[in-house]
């Protein structure tokens, strides 16, 4: 009798831990862009402290693309965060830091993200991120001028024949063709892809290959509709030519709405046309805003249950609501025609690699498309940025 009134004591005191133990209080650290995105993720994190009252969240402003070089330090030194920020081209440098977790759910990811989400959120095959939100660029028409947008290069080619008027400024179509992230359009168009399917295999940077000498060679050839240096035709240029009603359609992302409605313009945002012989939009480089779990968190589980919370379709929603950045999940629907015209064309966009080449791309490839832009011959200066790329790799 006795040991069984002992044994009664003992699984009594045991569910008393138990419960005292998950119950027990726990801060949850955090950094997000102040401005971007932090009055949402707090206000996320009031609403979960609700449903988990032992559940505390303590924030500091850290930009999402400072916060991969400031976890580097801060990490290991045990004062950073639990969960982070970060642009996913930089999921790469965060991986080989050793500074993230593996996401512990991956398929949540997988079945509830679009497909450049997941990619972004990923490397080498593993899931690490949550996908937040995702912006790529997109087709901005006027609609003044063109009241329907144009499907088809060829379309714009046409009209330009008839509204360009180079002693006035005016432009069938602008964008900046040394910036490598807008021209990446010519390097995919005919199917490339920037290390291989994934963008995570360095040899395969497809930089010279046929298909993207074909696209690049393209690109030259649309010189005549745009008869501008590659030096002068920077944001400035394409800016004002838009939304002084100069340009019919401007290459260029959602950060630019804002400054367009207040310009007091028509216009309307669709994908971007496509190429001559291809019946789908070129892929856009998109890019992905994900958080990832701190490797140096004590409460790694917390973080993800929060992580998962934050991520649902009425937190993604009402993230949208409060900054207009693109949900990217796969489930939601945004009420809004110029968003939505930027989600069209997020169907097709290839997430920026996050491996550590990209800053090569970025270098040589800026350069090539102004040169080439400019009248240099394609083929050869492709094959010197391969070449350059090559040169870059480290063991």
Known sequence: MKKTIAVVLALLMLGGIVAACAEEEITLKFWESAVEGA??????????????????????PVNHTDATQQILLDGPAGVGPDFF????????????GGVVLPN???????????????????????????????????????????PEPPATFEEIIAFAGEFNDPADNKYALVWEPSNAYFSYIFFSGYGSSLFGPNGDIREE???????????????????????????????????????????????????????????GLNFGIAT???????????????GVRIFCISAFSEHPEEAADFLKFVTSPEMIMKRFDMTGQL?????????????????AQAAYAFPMPAINEMGQYWQTMGAAY????????????????????EASFTE
Not at 40 to 58: G, Q
Not at 375 to 387: C, F, M, P, Q, S
């Open 39 to 60: 009055e949402f993720t707090k206000w996320a994190a009031d609403e979960y402290t609700k449903l988990h009252p032992n559940i505390k969240f303590e924030f500091a």
């Open 85 to 96: 920020m970060i642009p996913h081209d930089m999921l790469g440098a965060n991986v080989s």
């Open 104 to 146: 512990p759910d991956p398929d949540y990811v997988k079945d509830n993200f679009v497909s450049a989400a997941v990619t972004g959120a990923s490397l080498g095959g593993t899931v690490y991120g949550f996908p937040m939100a995702i912006e790529t660029y997109a087709l901005f028409y006027n609609k003044d001028i063109l």
């Open 205 to 263: 940077h497809n930089i010279n290959a046929p298909a993207t000498i074909k696209g690049v060679e393209f690109f030259q050839s649309l010189r005549p509709i745009l008869d501008v240096p590659s030096a002068d035709l920077g944001g400035d240029f394409c800016n004002q030519a838009f939304e002084g009603g100069k340009a019919a359609c401007y290459l260029v992302g959602p950060w630019r709405i804002a400054d367009c409605r207040n310009a």
């Open 272 to 286: 971007i046309p496509s190429f001559p012989g291809e019946t789908t939009p070129p892929a856009s480089f998109s």
């Open 327 to 343: 949900p990217a999940r796969n489930d939601v629907v945004v009420d809004d025609e110029l968003s939505a015209g930027v989600l």
């Open 370 to 389: 102004g040169n080439i832009w400019d009248g240099a011959d394609v083929v050869t200066e492709l094959n010197a940025a391969a070449a350059a790329m």
